[in-house]
């Protein structure tokens, strides 16, 4: 009886223990395909992650690609409206309009008809709008210097309009002293002031030439070297007369001229 009892014990000991192994294995068996799909998984996660950093990639390089091509393209523009600028700024300097080429065919007609080009060189530079001059007046007055501040250091034009004065360099002798005089071989200043007080300044080396506009008065002046310390002003009292504007182009001449037989 107590035989059987110890058999019976053993087989259901033992019976235990298989379905303990059992389901050990079938645990063990759970994790290993658990975590060879985690594995499978991990490894599918990475590749689609290493896809996506080399899509990344490419469009960072496609889009710094297209910003080069738009700065290039850009810098193309700016050249290009440079070029066109330049072309029209020379066209506008070489294509005469109608009046200059009507004087360029006369020009060329002049050279063909055995005119020098020479002489006419001369003609063109001298060519100037008729001025209507009168009353030529000639003063002289001693420039100031340094050691020269005396009273007949100016002169007036025009019945007053103008006064004129100036000043020099001092002239240097031999031992190098400064004399009372001014060296007519180096700059001087000369001033015209005009009524209202407006003055303006000529400055060189003599001869000099000046203008004043005054309204519908030119006052025209040759400074040249006169005796020692002085100058001597020639002024001329002028009508000013600006050019006239150039008479506007009627919108007619502006079209292409068309076929009538069209």
Not at 174 to 200: C, H, L, M, N
Request: net charge neutral; hydrophobic share 35%.
């Amino acid at each position: 009886m107590i035989s059987n009892l110890n058999s019976f014990q053993r087989h259901h000991r033992q019976k235990a223990r298989r379905k303990l192994m059992g389901n050990l294995l079938l645990l063990g068996a759970l994790l290993g395909m658990g975590w060879m799909a985690y594995g499978y998984g991990e490894r599918q996660m990475a590749a689609r992650m290493g896809q996506r950093v080399d899509e990344v990639t490419e469009l960072t390089k496609e889009r710094d690609s297209l910003r080069q091509q738009v700065v290039d393209l850009q810098a193309a523009a700016i050249v290009s409206q440079q070029t066109i600028s330049e072309l029209e700024t020379r066209y506008r300097e070489q294509i005469p309009d109608d009046g200059i080429g009507e004087m360029v065919k006369t020009l060329r007609e002049k050279l063909a008809s055995g005119v020098s080009r020479e002489r006419m060189g001369i003609i063109l530079a001298a060519a100037t709008n008729p001025r209507n001059c009168r009353s030529r007046e000639t003063r002289r007055f001693m420039l100031s210097t340094t050691l020269n501040q005396g009273t007949d250091t100016a002169a007036t034009f025009a019945s007053g309009a103008v006064t004129v004065s100036g000043e020099g360099l001092n002239a240097v002798n031999d031992q190098g002293q400064k004399e009372a005089w001014y060296d007519p071989a180096k700059k001087v200043t000369i001033k015209f002031r005009a009524i209202g007080g407006k003055v303006s300044i000529a400055e060189g080396v003599l001869p000099l030439t000046h203008t004043i506009i005054d309204d519908t008065l030119e006052y025209r002046y040759t400074i040249e070297a006169g005796p020692r310390g002085f100058v001597a002003v020639s002024g001329d009292l002028c009508d000013y007369n600006p050019a006239p504007p150039p008479a506007p182009v009627e919108a007619d001449a502006l079209r292409p001229a068309t076929n009538e037989a069209d």
